[in-house]
């Protein structure tokens, strides 16, 4: 089922939204049946070149034109622009564009790889004299062989990631630690962190589904890193 949004992306396009959600989203009295036209005519040029409408699942969709006004999927103009969409089921919410507050990462983003954790344990989510709020930390001393290895969905929602990167001073030598997208495998943010150092990272996320986390501990060991207050907005 999709529902119509009488919004506009600035600039860009001078249409109605399309965002697709399942029917279980709405209740059934706030639905109304419309008779409304698939326009197979009407083409889309973007930024002066020739643009080609998806649905969710990648398929080719056309307009469809109601009451003089054409509507177009929102999460294909979305990922084009970088026009953060998403529906929230719990208020029956549309959010289009940046978010105002951090959401931050819980434990049901998150998954593990090769002994890291999402914790709020008080005495994990310290480094030196900074208390965060939760944080993803590695459960056990990385060794030669090991890396930093972790997953959080995102789910094509937020287009900022803000983190606090840590590496214990027991740690052998400097590390390297990428933020990378699962799916394409690029690198989105890499730092180089020494040991006992600290450092805050922001970057942009939109269009990723999943955010991988990699620690190259593997290039002399490290006994913890600690990714505080992982959020997004």
Same mark, same amino acid.
């Given at each position: 089922m999709n529902k119509f949004v009488k919004g506009y992306v600035s600039g860009v396009l001078t249409v109605a939204l399309v965002l697709s959600v399942g029917m279980s989203g709405?209740?059934?009295?706030?639905?109304k049946n419309i008779t409304a036209q698939i326009d197979s005519a009407v083409k889309v040029i973007l930024?002066?070149?020739?643009?080609v409408l998806k649905d969710e699942k990648g398929g080719a969709v056309k307009p469809i034109l109601y009451n003089g006004t054409y509507y177009i999927p929102a999460n294909s103009v979305g990922t084009a622009t970088g026009l953060v969409y998403n529906y929230?089921?719990?208020?029956?919410?549309i959010l289009m564009g940046e978010r105002s507050a951090f959401v931050y990462v819980?434990?049901?983003m998150y998954k593990d790889f090769y002994g890291t954790m999402f914790t709020?344990?008080?005495?994990?989510?310290?480094?030196?004299d900074k208390t965060f709020k939760s944080a993803i930390v590695n459960s056990m001393p990385l060794t030669?062989?090991?890396?930093?290895?972790?997953d959080i969905k995102l789910n094509k929602k937020y287009t900022t990631f803000t983190a606090t990167v840590c590496?214990?001073? #027991? &740690?052998? *030598? /400097?590390?390297?630690?990428?933020?990378?997208? #699962? &799916?394409? *495998? /690029?690198?989105?943010?890499?730092?180089?962190?020494?040991?006992?150092?600290?450092?805050?990272?922001?970057?942009?996320?939109?269009?990723?589904?999943?955010?991988?986390?990699?620690?190259a501990a593997n290039q002399g060991g490290a006994d913890a890193i600690i990714v505080g207050d992982p959020r997004m907005k």
């Open positions: 709405f209740a059934a009295t706030s639905l930024n002066g070149k020739t643009f929230d089921t719990k208020t029956n919410t819980d434990a049901a709020k344990d008080p005495e994990k989510v310290v480094f030196e030669y062989s090991d890396s930093f290895l972790g590496l214990s001073e #027991k &740690a052998a *030598k /400097e590390q390297i630690f990428n933020f990378e997208d #699962k &799916a394409t *495998k /690029e690198v989105l943010k890499s730092i180089t962190l020494q040991p006992g150092e600290m450092m805050e990272v922001t970057f942009d996320v939109v269009g990723v589904t999943e955010l991988r986390l990699n620690g």
